[in-house]
Each structure stands twice: as structure tokens, then as C-alpha cells.
């Protein structure tokens, strides 16, 4: 059973930065889809942003949200079992709690966009941006 444990949010004005974190238990994590969603009060868990793996290309691939196109990057550290989001330029509608997922069943070619995709995911960790 995996576990994900994100950190970094917190509170930021806009125009600011945030880098976030999440840790994930498993030993094969270079081979997992990873994934970043944001829930704001009232609304749908939202795609943000995605890394996955291809074999036969041998890179990753990663997607984007038009909302944060530009603006976040995903990354990952394989040796240190960790994907980051870094989110630079933020804007006070980028306020939400941030979800890391992973996903070990996937298609290269499939877009990770959907929470449906994903089977594990972490606690949350909340991101606040003042205007």
C-alpha cells in the first residue's frame, strides 16, 4: 500500500510562490504516473498537473491544466521517491487544498487528467493566496 505525503502550502500573496512536495513509499516509483489536483470550497477536485512514464520513448511525458499552463511545473526526484510542484505567478483563484496521486496502471499515451485514474492519493495540503 503506498502512502503519499505532501508538504509546502501555505499562505502567499499573489504574484508569489509556492514549491510543494510529495514523499511517496514505494520502491518502483520511477515507473508511477503522478499527478497533482486542487479542491477549492464548493467546487470538483480538479486536474492540475501530470508526469508519467513512457518505456518505449524512455521520457516522461507531462500535462498541464490551461489554468496553471506557464505558470506550475511538475517535477520529479526518483532517488528521493518525491514529485514536486513548483507554482510560480499565483493568483488568488489558485487557492485550494493540493492533492498529490499516483497511478501504477496506465496507459503512456493516456492524459492522467481524471482523479478516477489515480490509486492512491495523499492527505492535502492547503494552499492560501491573498490578493
Known amino acids: 500500500q503506498m502512502q503519499l505525503v505532501e508538504s509546502g502550502g501555505g499562505l502567499v500573496q499573489a504574484g508569489g510562490s509556492l514549491r510543494l512536495s510529495c514523499v511517496a513509499s514505494?520502491?518502483?516509483?520511477?515507473?508511477?504516473?503522478m499527478g497533482w489536483f486542487r479542491q477549492a470550497p464548493g467546487k470538483e477536485r480538479e486536474f492540475v498537473a501530470s508526469?508519467?512514464?513512457?518505456?518505449?520513448?524512455?521520457?516522461?511525458?507531462?500535462d498541464y491544466a490551461d489554468s496553471v499552463q506557464g505558470r506550475f511545473t511538475i517535477s520529479r526526484d526518483n532517488a528521493k521517491n518525491t514529485v514536486y510542484l513548483q507554482m510560480n505567478s499565483l493568483k488568488p483563484e489558485d487557492t485550494a487544498i493540493y492533492y498529490c496521486?499516483?497511478?501504477?496502471?496506465?496507459?503512456?499515451?493516456?492524459?492522467?487528467?481524471?482523479?478516477?485514474?489515480?490509486?492512491?492519493w495523499g492527505q492535502g495540503t492547503q494552499v492560501t493566496v491573498s490578493s
Open positions: 508526469n508519467r512514464w513512457s518505456s518505449r520513448r524512455q521520457t516522461y511525458y507531462t
Open positions: 496521486a499516483a497511478s501504477s496502471g496506465y496507459a503512456p499515451t493516456q492524459a492522467m487528467d481524471q482523479p478516477h485514474l489515480y490509486d492512491y
Open positions: 514505494v520502491r518502483t516509483f520511477s515507473t508511477y504516473a
